[in-house]
């Protein structure tokens, strides 16, 4: 049985008083969360506040993005083993926006989720399609592309230790959520993929829905057979809407 697993992905937002209240409403709240795990992602230079504030809570913390490399001149880049300084448990991987806006590709995606595994981070890799390439009828081609890539650097089993977000472009931050059977559709086309490799990483394997989650979607998203946890955006940022959120998978 895969635990539900509802991770905040804070982008680029927040100040310092608004993630302290943030947290500090998020904590309140996490211990009527049952069994569900949670984690956030804040920005970078926030980390050593957040992982702080998070102590002794069941909230874990991640980062949004992590280097390539391990140490050296990569400006502006941060590392696995500084992440591990701050207590992340995950690192997110090829998001979209990364993706699109940043340029990043398979390879630099597969290579940043073999740092993370590296530094003993748990990657969460996130894959989908763009509104364009789903009109195309080609989801699933884009979507393993995207799997095959981590899987050919690292292995099957390195997927098994990760969690992999599906997340179709053109349903973040649009409020154009995927219904639920379009996710569990590919989420099942995800598993069944791995399936083919290794059933027990297909088994054991958590995959997140992400794209426009909400108190009021969570649950019939959460209750579809593949779907075991949200990546969430925009209703990560306000405490009240992101524990709604935790409850619908408890
Ligand atoms: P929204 O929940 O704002 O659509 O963002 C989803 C997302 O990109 C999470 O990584």
Redesign the pocket.
């Known amino acids: 049985m895969r635990q539900t697993l509802v991770a905040g ?1 804070w982008k680029l937002n927040g100040s310092l008083d608004s993630i302290k209240q943030l947290v500090a409403g998020i904590t309140a709240g996490a211990g009527g969360t049952g069994d569900t795990q949670i984690a956030v992602c804040p920005p970078f230079v926030y980390i050593p506040l957040v992982s702080n504030l998070l102590a002794g809570s069941k909230v874990a913390i991640g980062s949004q993005d992590i280097a390539d490399q391990e140490a050296g001149a990569f400006t502006g880049e941060i590392s696995g083993a500084m992440l591990n300084d701050f207590s992340c448990t995950y690192a997110i991987v090829g ?1 979209s926006e990364r993706r699109a806006l940043y340029a990043e590709d398979d390879e630099l995606v597969a290579r940043k989720f073999a740092a993370a595994r590296k530094a003993g981070l748990t990657p969460i890799l ?1 894959v989908g399609e763009t509104l364009e390439e789903r009109e195309q009828g080609i989801t699933e081609d884009v979507v393993a592309r995207q799997l095959d890539a981590v899987i050919k650097l690292e292995s099957i089993a390195a997927i098994g230790e990760a969690v992999v977000a599906y ?1 179709p472009v053109w ?3 649009t409020g154009k959520t995927a219904s639920p059977q379009q996710a569990q559709d590919v989420h099942a086309f995800i598993r069944g993929k791995l399936a083919g490799l290794d059933q027990a990483v297909a088994d054991k394997v958590q995959i997140l829905y ?4 909400k108190g009021s979607n969570a649950k019939e998203l959460f209750s579809m057979q593949d779907i075991d946890g949200g ?5 990560s940022l306000a405490a009240d809407d992101f524990l709604a959120i935790c409850m619908a998978g408890t």
């Open positions: 992905n998001h996130c997340e349903a973040i931050g992400g794209g426009s989650v990546l969430i955006g925009g209703a």
